[in-house]
């Protein structure tokens, strides 16, 4: 049957590659369409370079091609025919690490290791053309390059080391590791850590088994919508598919959840969100198992959505789940003292509504996984699942085994950030493993990863802080709405966070919190690095600032004044015996450098602050133009 | 994911003509930067095409030549030769200025001045540079045996937002523009972060004084990513043209630029950084040229 788009992913046209790969010659036949990172990473197996985004922009795949390094993503695969391809995993020639290598490990420069390959290409090429590189000539050589979890200062760290051994202007020892007698506030080695830098370690998109399938997901276009009628028959007679799953196929209970039991692994009926998976192919390849997912044939009984919570919470509000009236997903209230009488007492009530925006992850490493079954028969489910023993048990449940005949793996976890505490696809998967009886791989997109992965939530907050004279406060209302998405998943224990945390670490007599987390159909909210702290903290921090310059005060001096001391019990009235608020705040305070008194001080025609810039801060960005005077000088 | 029947590998122009003409709705690749990020979910979804013709390895555009004051720059010429290309250096610094902006080391080396031009984003980085160097594109197309070319300024070529004058079956094949050895010239650009952005406002200048240094033999002023095309600043050259590049006089063309923001969004930063863009603009190029202008100082109007 003839595609419509005129592909034909079963027997896609070929092309013939003679290249030097890593010193080896190499000749392969390969789908046309491939494009280097594709050759290198599924036809040659070498997985040390990743592809994090496809784009260009992430440089994970960053590879030599005749010696210039290029992003192996943005490359047909036609463009190394007859050339020479240097990839990361044999950076050393099988000498085990190269000073760049070895340099990441000695200044700690991998974390989660996603981007390490990719860096360390990018090292490789700036001290090729630079020996002597600068750092700015540096910053800019890795500027294609992104991190998200080392952060940039110790990768600079290891490329101007680097850069300094291979000068000789630092000995070699520099780069072996520090004898030491104590592991606290020493570098200590990091187990993972050779296996990251060289691109050896496995991710899920690494792995490979014999016989192994792949699987691709139909997601929804609409985000609340019934579905009429789900037709898999033309997907599933498509020559290299071995199954199509939907909701159907599962055995157990279809209904989990961290807290609140609301997800089916697949649409059970209902859409919610736009991204929302609702079936999945199996099939010989990605490109067959792409191209079947276009043959699905949905109709959808489009229903009006509700993408706001403070509609959400209206009367006659599309409803999202029946077990949740008013679409409220989760009410976290504390009640201490008396709000109205702190505030009526206070010199100075400031009133301001403050706003979050959802935020995504961005890890490098997209979700990816990979399911088997063991020969007694157990599921076992390979992904960077951050919350695997949680994980195995709703899996159990869902799949109607008992829980020995579930096992999870958790692989190298390329960044989560607690993005990847969510079930999305090891349901799927593992379906797919037990219909198939044979391995099955599934690596998301960066689109999909955006689409479907839950994000950090936004929230609007409306504070009241009443304070006296003199700085201290007596009474504090936040009232926090928060968008949750379609689905719960962290909801409650966000809301319970950020209402327990949110206040701050400060003496309040008085404090009223109502933290609401609401269905909406956007995109669920998720875990995400402070799991709600951050969102309320923002507000109190930003408050108290605003607070400071009212009372004309230094805003450090407010903190000060009203900070916990030893002895203080939290606004949930959990006694705390030691407390180092102070003491931390006043270390801060000296590593700044800073200089008391009202901020805005020029506004207000006094003299500038004397503690930015100077000694130890950073100075402002001068790249490019850097590079491009040492160029004019070179020629 | 962009999939195709055939991919032709050009060395000669006539090798690419037989390709397009067996092959209609063939389309052409140099980098390939712009062409598989597009045929991505979010841009173009899944594009299937009978065949990529790719340009890049054809010597006649990749050749870099320059007489009588014209620079004749083959279209496959990748944005890394800008920096690195001798007589590019020489004669068209203002590309390794805008070149140093561009993406990042690894993009620039695939990257192809071409192929910015066909792409003809609003925020391609080329352009202004380009434009401010008067470019022309030349364009071939085959008819019966012979290759007939077409040349036409770059301001024409571009018509709108990823529009082009470029026909079917034709190539681009080089940019002829002006060797400016003796100006000055300046890139700006501002996005979100320093490497691999979109600008949001970009800019160059090119500025050259007369024999006696004290007025402005020449000057011109192209900016981008601020409306549906990139465009020359007519007025404001015209203003300086011939004058003395006083403070006042680089100020008051600065701000004629204000009114040229006809983009979509954040119309207010834009203009603001724009204004600003211009006057930092011409005063680096004029230092380029040994000449010391002052600034004003700025106003500091916040609370
Ligand atoms: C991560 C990333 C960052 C980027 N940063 C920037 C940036 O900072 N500034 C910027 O301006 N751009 C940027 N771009 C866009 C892109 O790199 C440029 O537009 C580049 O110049 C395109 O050239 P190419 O050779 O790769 O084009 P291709 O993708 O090969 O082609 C682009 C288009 O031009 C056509 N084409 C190519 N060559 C010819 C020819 N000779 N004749 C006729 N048609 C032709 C193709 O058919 C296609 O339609 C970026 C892209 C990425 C992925
Ligand atoms: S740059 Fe190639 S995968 Fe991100
Ligand atoms: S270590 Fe850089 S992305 Fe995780």
Wanted: proline share 6%.
């Amino acid at each position: 049957m003839p595609d419509p788009s005129g592909f034909d992913a079963a027997h896609p046209p070929t092309t013939h590659i003679v290249a030097t790969v890593n010193g080896r010659k190499v000749a392969r036949t390969v789908p046309i369409h491939y494009r280097v990172i594709d050759f290198v990473r599924e036809e040659l197996k070498l997985t040390g370079n990743k592809e994090g985004c496809g784009a260009g922009e992430c440089g994970t795949c960053s590879m030599f091609v005749d010696g210039t390094l290029i992003k192996s993503c943005l490359a047909p695969v036609q463009k190394i025919h007859g050339r020479t391809v240097e990839t990361v995993d044999d950076l050393d020639a099988d000498q085990g690490m190269t000073v760049i290598q070895r340099a990441f490990h000695k200044c700690g420069a991998s974390q989660c290791g996603y981007c390490i390959p990719g860096m360390v290409m990018a090292a490789t090429s700036t001290l090729r053309k630079r020996p002597r590189a600068s750092l700015d000539e540096i910053k800019e050589g890795l500027g294609g390059n992104i991190c998200r979890c080392t952060g940039y200062q110790k990768i600079l760290d290891a490329v101007a080391m680097a850069r300094d051994v291979l000068n000789g202007t630092r000995p070699e020892t520099d780069l072996e590791e520090a004898a030491t007698d104590s592991f606290i506030g020493s570098r200590t080695r990091r187990l993972d850590a050779p296996a990251k830098v060289t691109g050896a370690i496995k991710y899920a998109a690494d792995l490979w088994m014999p016989n192994m399938l792949h699987m691709q997901v139909l997601r929804s276009p609409h985000p609340h919508a019934r579905i009429q009628r789900l037709d898999v028959g033309e997907a599933r007679a498509m020559p290299g598919v071995e199954c199509v799953l939907t909701c159907d196929d599962v055995p157990g209970v279809d209904n989990f959840g961290v807290f609140i039991e609301d997800q089916p692994i697949m649409a059970r009926g209902m859409v919610r969100y736009v991204g929302e998976g609702i079936a999945a192919v199996v099939a010989e390849t990605a490109d067959i198992a792409r191209e079947a997912v276009k043959r699905i044939r949905v109709t959808y009984d489009l229903l009006p959505g509700v993408f706001d919570p403070f509609e959400a919470m209206k009367e006659g509000a599309p409803q999202l789940h029946g077990f949740a009236p008013g679409n409220i997903c989760k009410h976290t209230r504390i009640r201490k003292g008396d709000v109205e009488a702190g505030l009526g007492e206070a010199d100075l009530v400031v009133q301001e509504t403050y706003r979050t925006s959802a935020l995504e992850h961005a890890y490098l490493e997209p979700e990816a996984g990979l399911a088997y079954l063991e020969p007694d028969g157990c599921v076992t489910v390979m992904s960077p699942s951050q919350n695997i023993t949680h994980h195995r048990h709703m899996l159990a449940r869902i799949l109607g085994r008992p829980i020995n005949k579930v096992r999870m793996i958790m692989s190298t976890v390329g960044g989560g950030f607690g993005g990847k505490e969510d079930m999305l696809y090891q349901g799927m998967l593992a379906l797919a493993a037990i219909r198939t009886r044979r391995p099955v791989r599934y690596v998301f997109t960066r689109e999909e990863s955006i689409a479907a992965s839950a994000k950090r939530h936004p929230f609007s907050i409306d504070y009241t802080m009443g304070l006296r004279r003199g700085g201290l406060i007596v009474a504090t209302r936040m009232i926090m709405v928060s968008d949750g998405g379609a689905y719960a998943m962290s909801t409650p224990g966000v809301m319970n966070k950020s209402a327990i945390l949110g206040p701050g670490p400060y003496t309040i007599p008085n404090v009223w919190v109502d933290a609401i987390g609401v269905y909406t159909n956007n995109t669920p909210s998720g875990a995400f690095r402070a799991f709600g702290a951050f969102q309320s903290e923002f507000a109190t921090e930003s408050h108290l600032d605003l607070c400071a310059e009212r009372l004309g005060m230094d805003p450090a001096q407010l903190r000060r004044l009203n900070l916990m001391q030893d002895g203080a019990t939290t606004h949930t009235r959990q006694p705390l015996d030691r407390v180092a608020a102070t003491a931390c705040l006043d270390a801060a305070l000296a590593a700044a450098r800073w200089d008391p008194g009202v901020p805005h001080r020029e506004a207000r025609g006094e003299p500038a602050r004397i503690d930015l810039g100077g000694p130890g801060t950073r100075a402002p960005c001068t790249l490019g133009l850097g590079t491009m005077a040492t160029d004019k000088e070179t020629t | 994911m962009l999939t195709f029947d055939r991919y032709v590998t050009a060395t000669t122009l006539d090798e690419a003509f037989d390709a397009l003409q067996a092959t209609p709705g063939a389309r052409l690749v140099a980098g390939a930067t712009d062409l598989l990020p597009w045929a991505r979910e979010g841009r173009a979804g899944d594009v299937h095409l009978p065949a990529l013709v790719d340009v890049g390895a054809i010597p006649a555009l990749t050749a870099v030549t320059g007489e009588d004051g014209v620079l004749r720059i083959g279209a496959a010429t990748s944005i890394a030769a800008c920096e690195r290309h001798p007589l590019l250096l020489r004669d068209a610094g203002l590309l390794a200025r805008c070149a140093v902006w561009f993406a990042d080391d690894q993009i620039r080396e695939q990257a192809t001045l071409g192929g910015n031009l066909v792409n003809a984003s609003p925020a391609g980085d080329t352009l202004p540079a380009l434009l401010a160097m008067n470019a022309r594109v030349v364009l071939a197309a085959r008819d019966g045996a012979g290759i007939r070319e077409r040349a036409m300024p770059l301001a024409d070529f571009i018509t709108g937002p990823g529009r082009t004058r470029l026909g079917n079956n034709e190539i681009l094949v080089r940019i002829d523009c002006d060797a400016v050895p003796g100006h000055g010239g300046a890139f700006e650009k501002v996005g979100h972060r320093r490497s691999l952005v979109i600008s949001t406002v970009c800019l160059a200048v090119l500025a050259r004084l007369e024999p006696a240094r004290r007025t402005l033999a020449d000057v011109r002023i192209a900016i981008g990513a601020v409306g549906p095309v990139p465009e020359r600043l007519g007025d404001a050259e015209t203003a300086l043209r011939g004058q003395r590049p006083t403070p006042a006089a680089i100020r008051e063309a600065a701000v004629l630029a204000a009114d040229r923001v006809r983009s979509r969004s954040r119309q207010e930063y834009r203009r603001e950084v724009l204004v600003n863009f211009v006057e930092r603009g011409l005063v680096a190029a004029l230092e380029q040229c040994g000449l010391a202008v002052q600034r004003l100082p700025q106003e500091i109007v916040h609370a």
